[in-house]
């Protein structure tokens, strides 16, 4: 008798949809039982993507017509807005869900409105939410109904910022981060601004000083330092599909060294299964994490003085959203972290 | 007769030597009279840049064998350290030299030696030359005879920022500098960590904390401010050929605005052919420079106190090194800056 | 008084649009007098491509509000279908219209109603256009009133061959044409399957066994040969933005070499602006052409008997369209060919 | 008690190398046992490749150096040459080496000669070894000690054709095959020629008329249908890391229709693991294959008289190379095919 969980990866005509799916065949545990998406309902899952054209998976249906008393766990992949409304008709009828949107994210309302551009409908689902950066979620992830997954940047930038602000060794008021993303963060979408054309041989910032991801980190910050912030994020698309870097010049605590952060970073995550803090002086590669669930970091000496530069990467899609989505699971089923998300990264 | 100046590319082996001879095909007063390279010396043109294959150049040949009183002026496209020992040879024989290398860049030899590990043998000609940041030498260029062109960061880092520390709008204290470009700023060499497979569908950081192209800034922001700054100078190396963007998080002196940056720039570059300061809200992107001459820029409002945010891009190769080395000797003849640099960026 | 002839860029959001506004800036005898574009009318020109934004060019407008008493020539780059009724209109109010669309390649309105699925409406304006192959229609282009320019695919694949099937050197009724191209060749559209993350790092054919562009070419072998051929022509959709290859395996005619073949290539273009057969053994890259209105070709030895490959490379906007559509308007007005087309291909 | 295979991965600082390593990780019985590098023995296996740096990995040995006692079952990722020097001393020590190089695919010493310029110097050997086409090769396979692995150009050229082939649907005298190939392919090298500026932005053939892969495909037509052929292979280099295409323009034998050959793909493929043929109409992608074992054929009507177009997909460093060397191992071990081979490919 099978004894896997049954899931409904939602929005499965998404890039953070199939990506699911794709970990999940990995999975021992989980195997797929339903599949929605808005647009394209009653096509074959591989007429969507070719990539999985050769399983045997259901057909895509509307989140409507899905017999939810044979589901056991939901990954919503879905644009934000929409999944609120979907996940709180689903909640009841299942045991988890598992939420990539930026919905329940935020834990202030009026934040989440004033950063999304609509009021958040289900507030008294998001004193229930786990924000899951897994890492420094583990405990509250533990049977929890229902797990905010964060956003990539949030999950890049906090990753190695949080061990130093934990110990209180860098300054929270100064926090400028520069990011680069993939093009597959924005999402699958017929959008001329997305054509390859207009992306292939050049770069550019975007959403310039007032990115959404920034007050989710904020709120983390202060979560785990009792630090006030207003970080900087100045994101910059290039053209390839996967991978995220964050940079940050952080400002030393007197008396403080590079050593120091470094060596904050490696006590904090030592056990990880995910987190690896690079050798000294050796520079993390995005391409090095591409498909995996890994974060690569490290911390370096600044000509400016008193200041450190901190990098970070993972693959957007993984580690910045259905691979955490898929570790938060088992974490909070009380796996293994590391069911379905062994797969090395995909290089060259 | 012809008129036209003689010119001879050093180094035209490499790419800001083709993209020298790229531009001076379309120069209506220079012609291509040499062309050296030190480890091509006796192939035809042609046969180390396919496409330059049906002008009618001179074959590659040893700067020693150059006919040197046949020559006005010299592009000199090589190595630091080797540009010094040749320009010091061949500078008293030919009117102007245009060093694209960074062995003139610096006017002090000890920060030369500390940046370059090596010391600079030509100290006497650090005072004749000209640093060639075109928009803010222009008067020094006219009639000059060594002119040392700026890095390409420094060329894209200064920009945006000077007009805004010339009016003591920003602090030079704090300039975390961000940047991107694209691979052709490393030159053509046969190197694996240069190889299609180790730099397609990846980014990442290189130079973190001590960019040789740091000295060069703050030397000039001193110059111009008459301030003192460190800046942080971070690289990002992503795939693709030709760009640079630099985001650099601008402090605010008390009582300024994001208005009063943009108007500074706007004021500085009013009359500047190859500047534009974009319209408000309009992000700069790397491709809509691609191969010209152009740098664009803008200052946009950030969500941290006291802060603005700065962006600029041009393409590395061009504004960032050959073309700016061709405004500089247009400068220096009392020219039209444009001559030869009037071609569209290539987009799409 | 300025002696140059006015323009009017028909279909100036587009890409083939902005690459005639690309090159014409360099030519020194036509100004840009007038932009049109169907949904982006009103729009300044440099709100639809940011390359463009600092010269000082008409806005968009319907191509009805154009005053034509003002415009000596129209460069229509409209899609099919449209391109015929726009024509049909102004092509009594100017001197010239260059049709880069395919709406008056083809001679037969019944093979135009069969491969483009819709009949042509004016067949008798079929007569009056002279088939653009610029080296092949030289003297048909002196003083044209009607110029259609051939599809990219028919330019790479009949420069190439029409030397040898001219003379008899090869088999018309085997022609397996392999193609590449870049993605530009698919026009400006918000269209899922053209968005980067559906394209990069990948490759595809596409119009497998019936390419449009397949009929075209037989018509003009037909044409300079007198031979009935029914090539067979498979694109490949590859991740760079610029580009073509054609790839043909040829079948010698008896007791004909691939010597034979070169030579007829090397005589046929000799006094050729804008085409180099390349040394023999060298192949042609696509890259050596970005940007410009050259073509490269060579012919090889291969192992199956009495055969050779035939390899050519241009760039799909340039060669393949926009600068060919100028080449042929310096033909038709008695001047230089080359006018405007001088630049060098942007390599690196 | 463990009873997995001990492996050791010969050349693992190559791109085939490090992709037998990812494979193995999700390999259940097979654990690698030593890693050897000619130049960079000594190294640790994250040093080589940062991707790998998390596993408890051997270090990287000269080949002399390993205990061969301990080891099963070699991968061989060496270039030819060095491939059969190594394997004739480790193959008496070990129960199976598989060979991802060219030196035991050719069965004719003298072909081998004239193919790869040198001779064969272990021809007993030739007898031994299995042509490892898997879906060609399972019986041969069961028990294999030496398995020569096929190249990635006659892998993904065979696998359509030889159902066509082996029910003589097609003529094998007229095979012109047009390839597309990733620039993993070429290895991992300090070469100008791979270098990222010198492949992005640009696509070219090489290898024209005479590409080594070509005898091989031959020799397996031969066996398998009985008939001679002299196929055309002529591949292009195009900017993405994996992937390749095969497109081959097929002769009908009389009477037969696109239908029948389709019939025979399906038919031969019905319970393959790893081969679909695509829905009627259908165009593979390569990037619907990336980092899998999987191969997706079609075959498409052609314009052109009593001819189809057959097109396969493949990711060249796995199916084309270490993935089919496992699946090879697999078969020769008698268990499931798909062992370690299970991963979706990464799209996006």
């Not at 906090?158 to 100064?174: N, Q, R, T």
């Not at 002086?281 to 498909?291: A, F, I, K, L, S």
């Given at each position: 008798m099978s004894t896997s969980k049954k899931a409904a990866v939602l929005g499965a005509s998404g890039y953070t949809g199939v990506e699911v799916i794709r970990l999940i065949q990995n999975h021992p545990k989980i195997e797929v039982a339903a599949l929605t998406g808005h647009s394209r309902a009653g096509e074959r899952a591989g007429d969507v993507f070719a990539n999985i054209s050769h399983l045997n998976l259901p057909d895509l249906q509307d989140w409507n017509d899905v017999d939810w008393s044979n589901i056991d766990v939901a990954f919503a992949c879905l644009p934000h807005g929409a999944s609120q409304e979907t996940i709180a008709q689903i909640l009841p009828k299942v045991e988890t869900v598992i939420d990539l949107s930026a919905d329940f994210r935020l834990r202030d309302p009026e934040l989440y409105a004033a950063t999304y551009g609509r009021p958040h409908n289900f507030t008294s689902l998001l004193d229930e939410a786990v924000y899951g950066l897994s890492e420094w979620a583990i405990e509250d992830l533990k049977g929890a109904e229902l797990v905010a997954c964060p956003g990539c940047f949030p999950t890049c930038s906090?990753?190695?910022?949080?061990?130093?602000?934990?110990?209180?060794?860098?300054?929270?008021?100064?926090l400028p981060i520069s990011a680069i993303t993939g093009v597959t963060g924005a999402g699958r979408k017929a959008t001329l601004g997305l054509s390859f054309t207009e992306l292939a041989e050049g770069a550019q910032a975007y959403g310039v000083g007032a990115h959404r991801h920034a007050p989710e980190i904020d709120q983390i910050i202060k979560r785990i330092s009792g630090q006030d912030s207003c970080v900087t994020m100045t994101p910059h698309l290039v053209p390839l599909n996967r991978g995220m870097i964050t940079t940050t010049v952080v400002t030393l605590r007197a008396g403080k060294t590079v050593a120091d952060l470094r060596n904050a970073m490696l006590a904090r995550y030592t056990n990880s299964s995910f987190i690896s803090v690079l050798d000294e002086?050796?520079?993390?590669?995005?391409?090095?994490?591409?498909?995996s669930n890994r974060c690569h970091m490290n911390v370096f000496d600044n000509r400016t003085p008193n200041t450190a530069i901190v990098v970070a990467v993972i693959d957007n899609l993984t580690k910045g959203s259905s691979g955490q989505a898929l570790q938060n699971y088992n974490l909070s089923q009380g796996w293994d972290e590391t069911l379905g998300l062994t797969g090395l990264a995909l290089f060259p």
């Open positions: 906090l990753l190695p910022l949080l061990p130093l602000l934990e110990k209180d060794l860098i300054d929270a008021k100064s002086g050796e520079v993390p590669q995005t391409r090095h994490v591409r498909g």
